[in-house]
């Protein structure tokens, strides 16, 4: 959808955020000099990169069509030894962009691989999603939105090259080629890129570009190692949590137990006695709290600081949910119709051969990445500047220029590397961001002039964080002796996790969240009468690593593998079946993995089973077909065969991984311990010691297996999660277990 018509969609006060942040708005009404002051202002490696000042030249001579998004100059920096530096419009939390993104830019220039580097963005416009319009890293969008994007970024740079060249042998530049960062003219002269970026990046810049023919690339569809690989397997990699800056305090919040709580009473005598601690100041929080910063030199006295504090908390007008409590109230809302989704015809569930009723519960889960949240912040006038790893530096930037009362355009979000998130450094409400503006903003208060570090320990974020939403939902099934699904009724109930968000107006329509009902019927052929409850909630959500699809694939793979074993019929020719002749992709990706796998040819060892289900989320499928059986009364997961259809792989080692890593997120779903609950409001859980992950231990065999496509790329960061579980559910079931329909399993 073109980012106008998404914008008009959006609340007012939102649109007019993004319009001075769209591509369209840079091209047409910010002045090409604004932009490249506005680049220099935004931290390019003025000094480090020679090539700069002709490099905002050439985005100068830009031709007027070019959208900021488009010029070559904000994304490409080429050293005179001939190093290309990519600049990435994403966050990188483990997904392997920093790698695919300049990959296939240096597929379209021809540079040479071993000579590529990347470059982390930053909250100017020209790093918006070219096709959202705004920064986003999330939905699985990273390579289906910028594929071609950075193949003309290269393709562009590639044909200043070639100009530069051709100017400087006197040739047409229709005779030469290029191959490994250097132009090849005729008899056989040479020079590199390094040799000709100065001169090249002086030139104006093509609009058009012609892209290679698929068949033709050297880098693209090839298993290529990660940028990162060395320093993070070395240890030097830094990520956000290792900013430092002269003079840097560091500072950690005391929260209230019951989110929105305010304090009453704060005695901080201890505190301010302990050795390094510099302030403690009292700071709103997310959802109308309030707590208190303790700002000190390091993270040891902050924290010993908060561990003394003396605090009253007022938890008379917050409400405080039972986790016990709250799913008897779901259950009831359950039994009762809500806003519908789909409407279909249902009648003939009354009069049908077999009939099937079922309900599932899913927990909150926490998102608990590696690295702890943090946010670097630095004041200076009427001008910030902050450092965090974040999936939404433009909104952030706008969240942290009303916290500060700064202009917009005086704040610079450099976006640094993440240990992970999951979906928890992409926040509506900057939670983490304006926390720490307001610590900083505080510590200058009390007259502190330095920047200031706000870190989150784990315990903080799985007890104040946002979580996946808790969801039930109840089903109604009738089908014939042949499978055929006559109707299903269905009911889900759960918060939404756009209500009150920027993107309500957009993904919220009828009363249904449309990310509590994706991956609902497709690809499947029967009639759904489908709808939605959404109660309001005093927890905090937010979308979780595949979104809905963490509950709705559960649901859809589990009962149907149901009712093709009471119908008794092979799981995998049963989803065919139902898919019919509309889903060539869904079936090309189960077929694979069965091939692959050994299903219906391979005979397990006893006790073993094998268990099936395929889910498309974000414009890919991944099926899987595993093996599992009990143990001790315990199910356990031995190996997981994964087929995976995301048209052309860009790196097809990054797929594996990425598909890899879902899968042992998604066996997380699965773990006895893995829900976050609450009691009297409060979060029970704290850490990995009662929030469980998946542990060595649990990790099966897991072998993935891409269909060949050359169509376009589409997301890979999320859709290997869903199918698992279900998968898992189906193989233990037909092990001899029960029909699990709930997540976790339960222990024992």
């Known amino acids: ?332 809302l359950a039994k009762q119709q809500g806003a519908l989704k789909y409407n279909d015809d249902v009648s003939k569930i009354a009069t049908a051969p077999h009939k099937l009723s079922a309900e599932f519960n899913f927990p909150y889960l926490a998102h608990t990445p590696m690295e702890p949240l943090n946010c670097t912040v630095a004041i200076k006038g009427d001008k910030a500047e902050l450092w965090m790893g974040t999936q939404m530096p433009g909104l952030d930037g706008f969240a942290a220029s009303a916290a500060l009362g700064l202009k917009p355009e005086n704040i610079a979000v450099h976006t640094q590397m993440a240990g992970g998130g999951f979906g928890r450094r992409a926040i509506p409400t900057s939670d983490y961001v304006v926390e720490a503006c307001h610590v900083t903003k505080a510590a200058v208060a009390a007259g502190l002039d330095a920047p200031v570090r706000t870190l989150w320990s784990r315990e903080d974020d799985v007890k104040g964080g946002y979580y996946r939403p808790m969801h039930v939902h109840r089903a109604d099934i009738g089908f014939d002796a042949q499978g055929n699904i006559l109707g299903w009724d269905h009911v889900i109930v759960g918060q939404s996790i756009l209500s009150g968000s920027p993107f309500e107006g957009m993904m919220v329509k009828n009363g249904v969240d449309a990310t509590a009902v994706e991956g609902m019927k497709e690809p499947y052929e029967m009639p759904m009468r489908l709808s939605v409850h959404h109660p309001k909630i005093n927890v905090p959500v937010l979308w979780w690593r595949s979104v809905g699809s963490t509950h709705t694939a559960f649901v859809m793979e589990t009962l149907l593998d149901e009712i093709a074993e009471t119908t008794k019929q092979d799981p995998v020719a049963y989803r065919l079946k139902l898919m019919g002749d509309k889903h060539p992709r869904h079936k090309a990706a189960l077929e694979l993995a069965v091939e692959k796998s050994g299903y219906g040819k391979k005979k397990l060892p006893a006790g073993r089973a094998y268990g099936v289900a395929v889910h498309e989320s974000f414009s890919s499928i991944v099926a899987y077909v595993v093996e599992a059986s009990i143990k001790n009364g315990q199910p356990k ?45 409060v979060v029970e859980q704290s850490n990995f010691g009662d929030f469980v992950v998946p542990r060595i231990t649990d990790m099966p065999q897991v072998a993935v297996h891409i269909v060949p496509s050359a169509d376009a790329p589409t997301g890979m960061g999320e859709p290997g999660l869903p199918a698992l579980a279900p998968a898992f559910a189906n193989a233990v079931a037909r092990a001899g277990g029960k029909r699990w329909r709930e997540l976790p399993f339960k222990a024992g």
């Not at 403690?280 to 309030?290: I, M």
């Not at 790196?651 to 699965?670: D, F, I, R």
């Open 637 to 681: 997961l031995h190996k997981v065969t994964a087929g995976v259809h995301c048209n052309l792989a860009v790196n097809p080692k990054t797929v594996e991984a990425q598909v890899q890593g879902a899968a042992l997120m998604g066996l997380s779903m699965c773990l006895p311990g893995a829900a976050i609950t609450l009691k009297d409001g």
């Open 1 to 332: 959808m073109h980012f106008e018509a998404r914008l008009n969609e959006l609340p007012r006060h939102l649109q007019s955020l993004l319009q001075s942040t769209s591509p369209e708005t840079n091209a047409a009404g910010l002045s090409r000099r604004s932009f490249l002051k506005m680049a220099t202002a935004s931290g390019f490696a003025l000094g480090c990169y020679p090539m700069l000042a002709t490099a905002q030249d050439a985005a100068a001579k830009a031709p007027a069509g070019l959208k900021a998004t488009e010029q070559p100059g904000a994304f490409v920096q080429i050293a005179k030894d001939g190093t290309v530096t990519v600049t990435i419009n994403r966050l990188e939390f483990g997904q392997g962009v920093q790698t695919a993104l300049p990959l296939i830019l240096a597929e379209e220039l021809d540079a040479d691989w071993s000579k590529v580097k990347y470059a982390n963005g930053n909250n100017h416009p020209a790093y918006v999603d070219p096709a959202f319009g705004m920064h986003l890293t999330g939905g699985s969008n990273t390579i289906a939105h910028s594929y071609t994007q950075y193949r003309e970024l290269g393709a562009r740079t590639r044909a200043m090259l070639v100009q530069a060249a051709a100017t400087q042998w006197g040739v047409d530049a229709s005779a030469l080629r290029t191959e490994k960062g250097v132009v090849v003219g005729p008899g056989g002269k040479k020079l590199t890129y390094g040799e000709l970026a100065e001169a090249a990046m002086s030139l104006p810049v093509p609009e058009k570009v012609v892209l290679k023919d698929p068949k033709s690339f050297n880098l693209i569809g090839k298993p290529t190692g990660r940028l990162d690989a060395k320093a993070k397997s070395t240890g030097t990699q830094d990520f956000g949590i290792d900013m430092h800056l002269p003079g840097m305090l560091t500072a950690v919040v005391a929260r209230p137990p019951v989110f929105g709580a305010k304090l009453k009473s704060v005695d901080d005598t201890a505190a301010k006695a302990i050795k390094g601690v510099k302030a403690v100041v009292r700071v709103p929080l997310d959802r109308g709290g309030e707590g208190v910063a303790i700002i000190a030199t390091g993270y040891w006295p902050a924290k010993q600081g908060r561990d003394v504090l003396k605090l009253e908390w007022d938890l008379g007008s917050v409400e405080k949910v039972d986790s016990v409590k709250q799913l008897a109230s779901y259950k009831e």
